[in-house]
């Protein structure tokens, strides 16, 4: 790997900044955080995006809020608390890293003494939160790096890398890891449609770290399997259901139904903390955003403007058309109702 390691998070004296995704390519630049309203916008308006580094932002937001709490008793500062976390959880209600790592935050809460002790309790386990999702991308790619073989061209779809971490990356942590290894990987990555994360940030974070890729239009990837120059394909993830049913980026399921077809293998990789154990499949809520997603290019309506549009941000995937899923605990395979019972008990 050459140059500087991508830092999307930083906490630096009571803010908190982050790198500006809509920015990018075009320009690197930290936008700062200090109120947990700029923290809400941030990831509404996917400044910051991707499941693990959501979480993490959400996690440092809950720390911001208690710069609002103005009383000194407890229980009503705890009221107060709630109150915010609940703000943050529903900014983007899709992936479940965000709910899980503000809950966790939130719970620290209640294990403190007084007020006074709060922002420190709380910036310890947001600190502890950061730390440990960035030891999971390290050690996805240590699992993950062993599907890759040298030659392999890897396709892969959205941004699952170090910018929708809080580093490294989870399918692109497969990636580097093999590239550390001396293997020698190429990527193909689809552009995702609309907000093009594949083209803005994957092609920019793997040619930063000079490893070779190449953009596609999201249509061509069934044809690039066709072709046969796909040898694997990994994604990351939004939420994984016990079932190893796998909520993903719009444009993932047509994936994963092509590598069957043309017998490709798919592969996820997402930390322990992307799995729920809880929800049933009919209950993933698919975020809907904004029709002007959709609507216009660069800031040029391309539809008529009599047309709506749709626009599912998500969608998911079955767990018939999963190869497997690479965690920070070790590969889950089929059946996953039982693999991933046993990596995430
Ligand atoms: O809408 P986004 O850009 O937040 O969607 C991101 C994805 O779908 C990623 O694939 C997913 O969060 C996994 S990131 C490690």
């Not at 983007?92 to 966790?104: D, I, M, Q, S, Y």
């Not at 910018?163 to 590239?179: D, I, K």
């Not at 001396?182 to 995702?192: A, F, M, N, Q």
């Not at 040898?231 to 993903?248: P, S």
Request: charged letters at 20%; aromatic letters at 4%.
């Amino acid at each position: 790997m050459t140059g500087k390691n991508l830092e999307p998070l930083r906490w630096r004296n009571g803010v908190l900044e982050v790198i500006d995704q809509t920015l990018l390519p075009a320009k690197l630049a930290y936008v700062r955080l200090g109120d947990v309203g700029q923290v809400c916008a941030a990831i509404k308006t996917m400044k910051v995006r991707g499941a693990p580094l959501i979480g993490v932002v959400g996690a440092y937001g809950l720390v911001l809020s208690v710069k609002k709490v103005k009383t000194p008793d407890l229980a009503e500062a705890q009221t107060q608390l709630r109150k915010w976390a609940d703000i943050l959880i529903q900014t983007r209600p899709t992936g479940v890293n965000l709910r899980w790592a503000v809950e966790r935050v939130f719970n620290a809460s209640t294990e403190v003494g007084d007020v006074s002790s709060l922002k420190e309790v709380l910036l310890k386990e947001a600190d502890a939160i950061f730390n440990g999702e960035l030891e999971a991308a390290r050690r996805i790619g240590k699992y993950g790096s062993a599907l890759l073989e040298d030659g392999d061209t890897v396709l892969t779809h959205c941004n699952a890398g170090a910018l929708a971490t809080v580093g490294y990356g989870t399918s692109l942590a497969v990636v580097r890891a093999a590239v550390e290894q001396g293997k020698r990987i190429s990527v193909i990555s689809t552009e995702t449609r609309p907000l093009l994360q594949g083209s803005r940030l994957t092609a920019f974070e793997l040619a930063h770290d000079k490893i070779p890729v190449k953009v596609i239009v999201d249509s061509a990837a069934a044809q690039m399997m066709a072709r046969g120059v796909v040898d694997k394909i990994l994604v990351g993830a939004d939420r994984i259901l016990r079932t190893g049913h796998v909520t993903n980026k719009i444009g993932t399921l047509p994936i994963a139904l092509s590598a069957k077809f043309y017998g490709v293998p798919f592969y996820v990789a997402a930390p322990v903390s992307t799995v729920d154990m809880v929800t049933d499949p009919s209950r993933v809520v698919i975020e809907e955003r904004n029709q002007r997603e959709v609507l216009y290019v660069a800031g040029r309506r391309v539809a008529p403007r009599s047309v709506e549009a749709l626009n599912p941000a998500f969608d998911v995937t079955p767990p018939e058309l999963v190869t497997g899923i690479v965690t920070d605990r070790g590969m889950a395979g089929p059946p996953f109702v039982e693999s991933l019972r046993s990596l995430s008990g």
